[in-house]
């Protein structure tokens, strides 16, 4: 997939040359297809814990810092997808949570990345997934007005009209047309939701449901 900014064995020289080596490891498993999750994981665990020791993962100063900040931004970021490809929600958080300062806190200070409107967007389908539409646009405004045509942010803004208009074929028509394949996972998981909805108010309105 599209990785901007492409950091290079170049780019990141200076740094612990095992640190390195990871990096470049995590970067061809997670390209690869299919792609092998765990061992991606297990690799992302191993440069979290680098991370952590040269306190990449929380920059003092990303000016002065700014390679060390953009490795740690692209393995957040990988590690964020890969908890997609894991099915794992708990991680998706995690990560996300981790990731989210690169975006906002640091984010005039480093390069954009290609992938942030994407895990953005991303972020925005779990909430309405979870039914959390006061977290929805918590986060929601932290994406500038003139980004909500963005192919990655427009779609889970359109999803959530859907689901509030009640128009449940047009949200399953829309996993048709996902922009990205991690996406189909909160798609899924939103339809589970809306199911379990609409299983909700049969019962309010019913004594009983039919067999």
């Not at 498993?29 to 979290?48: E, T």
């Not at 740690?72 to 996300?96: G, H, I």
């Not at 003139?146 to 689901?163: A, F, R, S």
């Amino acid at each position: 997939g599209s990785q901007t900014p492409q950091l290079s064995l170049q780019c990141v020289c200076e740094m612990d040359p095992g640190l390195v080596k990871l990096f470049e490891e995590l970067k061809l498993n997670f390209d690869k297809s299919p792609c092998d999750v765990q061992k991606c994981r297990s690799i992302v665990d191993q440069l979290k814990i680098k991370l952590i020791q040269y306190s990449f993962l929380t920059p003092s100063s990303i000016a002065e810092r700014q390679r060390e900040a953009l490795l740690a931004r692209e393995v957040l970021e990988m590690a964020t997808l890969l908890s997609v490809r894991a099915q794992d929600l708990a991680a998706f958080e995690k990560n996300f949570a981790q990731l989210k300062p690169y975006y906002f806190d640091f984010g005039g200070k480093l390069p954009e990345s290609q992938r942030k409107w994407m895990i953005l967007g991303l972020n925005l389908l779990r909430l309405l997934s979870q039914n959390d539409l006061a977290k929805f646009h918590t986060e929601l405004e932290l994406i500038p007005v003139d980004m909500h045509d963005n192919l990655y942010i427009k779609q889970p803004l359109q999803l959530e009209q859907y689901v509030i208009e009640g128009s449940f074929t047009k949200v399953w028509d829309l996993r048709a047309d996902v922009p990205h394949e991690s996406y189909l996972f909160f798609m899924d998981k939103l339809m589970d939701t809306i199911r379990t909805q609409i299983a909700a108010t049969a019962e309010k309105a019913y004594d009983f449901l039919p067999a």
